[in-house]
C-alpha cells in the first residue's frame, strides 16, 4: 500500500475530506438517475428508479467509512438504524433510515453535534411546538456519547444562515438565529436535528 494511502486511514477524518466523499456519492448518484429526482443542490439522495443501484452505491460509502471508523472521533448507531459519523472537530455525516421503507439516504453535514438525554429532549422537543422561543431561555444539559442518549444536530452546510450557540462542558445554551454577521435573531434557521436514541456505539 502506497505510503499516502497508509497515512490517511490513520489521520483523522477532516470535515473537507467527507465533504469530497460525500460530493463524490451524489455525482455518482446523479449519473444514475433524473437529476429532477435526484436533489444534489440538498445533498439528499432520493431513492427513485434504480433503486438498487442508488442503494449499493450508499451502501458502499457506509461500509467504507465503518472500515475506517477509527479515524472518526464518533461512530454510533440509533434505534431506527441511522448511522452518524462524527468528526474530531465536531461535523456530523448522517446516513438516515426511511421507517415506512427502509430506504437509506445521505443527509446534509451538520456542522456541530451534542449529545443529549431525556430531559434535554423534552426541552427541545416542546419548544420546536412552541416556534422554538422556550429553547432561548433553558440551559440543555449535554453529555459525552452513550447508548441511550440523543443526538442533536445543528447547522447544516447548506444552509446559509446559522444556529448560535454558547456552551460548555455540560451545558448548551442556544441564542438565537442569524445570517453571517447580522443581529441574532429569537427564531432557528441553519437546520436543528434530533436524533432518535444511541442503541450502539462501534
Known amino acids: 500500500m502506497p505510503i499516502e494511502a497508509m497515512i490517511q486511514q490513520v489521520s483523522p477524518m477532516s470535515y473537507l475530506e467527507l465533504q469530497k466523499l460525500t460530493k ?6 446523479s449519473k444514475l438517475d433524473d437529476p429532477s429526482t435526484v436533489d444534489v443542490f440538498a445533498n439528499t439522495a432520493t431513492i427513485t428508479l434504480p433503486e438498487l ?13 465503518l472500515e475506517q471508523k477509527n479515524r472518526f472521533a464518533h461512530v454510533f448507531a440509533t434505534e431506527l438504524g441511522s448511522t452518524y459519523f462524527v468528526t474530531q472537530d465536531g461535523q456530523s455525516l448522517r446516513f438516515r433510515v426511511d ?9 446534509p453535514i451538520m456542522k456541530n453535534i451534542f449529545f443529549i438525554d431525556e ?5 427541545v422537543k416542546n419548544a420546536i411546538k412552541m416556534d422554538f422561543y422556550p429553547l432561548f431561555h433553558n440551559n440543555v444539559p449535554i453529555f459525552e456519547p452513550q447508548v441511550g442518549l440523543y443526538p442533536l444536530e ?3 452546510e447548506s444552509s446559509h444562515g446559522e444556529i448560535v450557540f454558547e456552551k460548555t462542558p455540560t451545558k448548551l445554551m442556544i441564542k438565537g438565529s442569524r445570517y453571517r454577521d ?6 432557528i434557521f441553519g437546520g436543528l436535528h434530533i436524533g432518535h436514541k444511541i ?3 462501534f
Open 24 to 29: 463524490k456519492t451524489y455525482e455518482a448518484i
Open 53 to 65: 443501484q442508488i442503494k449499493k452505491i450508499i451502501e458502499n460509502l457506509l461500509k467504507k467509512l
Open 99 to 107: 421507517r415506512r421503507n427502509g430506504q437509506m439516504s445521505i443527509q
Open 119 to 123: 430531559s434535554g429532549f423534552e426541552i
Open 154 to 156: 445543528l447547522n447544516s
Open 182 to 187: 447580522e443581529e441574532i435573531q429569537k427564531q
Open 199 to 201: 442503541t450502539k456505539i
